[in-house]
């Protein structure tokens, strides 16, 4: 009688350029590292402990996300945020998260839908918070929601438009008002994504986006 052995895979830890992306992406699109500043490749491997040859593996990729741009001989440097890309943006958004919040609607598997209860508790304490915490809540949000389409293309590509969504916001960030409600609105949205409401998973998020836009608009 023969015996099946279940090999478990283990999780591959991230890499030495993994880790450079995921610092630089976050002091990207928080403005940590602001519009048209230089990117410190000697600043970014002291502060990461590593040689610079992953910096600027990671600093390659995040250009092709639109984050950074190279300069023969001068060097990389963030992007600027452009208002005028707002309605670029916002019409990509208004087809892609409605689409994506049905999809995870349907496809949210039963410990997807235990993160999301979770993540709903953790909003009853976010009303407190200042707006730059309020603004790493609203990116949690919505990263647990993409991840529950399970489609790694999709989410790629809704991460990719979400972040120079949230670099607009930091910019407005110190003038904006109402920003706990604006993350507040993700309450309803989670519990059609977690009860398996499609239709109104989807009309949530089409608000949602919406009323960001119009929010920032305000300011302009």
């Known amino acids: 009688m023969s015996t099946t052995v279940n090999h478990v895979i283990p999780a591959t830890a991230p890499s030495l350029a993994d880790r450079a992306y995921e610092f630089l992406l976050d002091q990207l699109v928080m403005l940590g590292i602001r519009p048209g500043d230089p990117i410190n490749e000697e600043w ?40 005028s890309d707002l309605a670029h943006i916002s019409q990509v958004r208004h087809i892609l998260e409605p689409t994506a919040a049905a999809a995870a609607a349907t496809n949210a598997t039963d410990h997807d839908r235990e993160q999301l209860a979770a993540l709903r508790d953790r909003l009853g304490t ?9 603004l790493r809540t609203d990116l949690d949000l919505h990263r647990a929601i993409y991840r529950c389409v399970h489609n790694p293309f999709f989410e790629d590509t809704l991460i990719h438009y979400d972040n120079l969504a ?21 309450l309803p949205l989670l519990t059609a994504v977690a009860e398996g409401d499609a239709d109104k998973a989807a009309e949530l998020t089409l608000d949602h986006v919406i009323s960001f836009e119009k929010a920032i608009r305000v300011l302009i």
């Open 126 to 134: 976010a009303a407190s918070a200042d707006n730059r915490e309020l």
């Open 166 to 186: 949230t670099r607009i916001w930091c910019v407005f960030l110190p003038r904006l008002h109402g920003m706990a409600g604006h993350v507040g609105e993700h």
């Open 44 to 83: 970014a491997s002291s502060a990461l402990g590593m040689g610079r040859t992953p910096i600027r593996e990671a600093l390659k990729r995040l250009e092709t996300e639109r984050l950074v741009i190279a300069y023969p001989r001068r060097g990389t440097f963030a992007t600027e945020v452009n208002i």
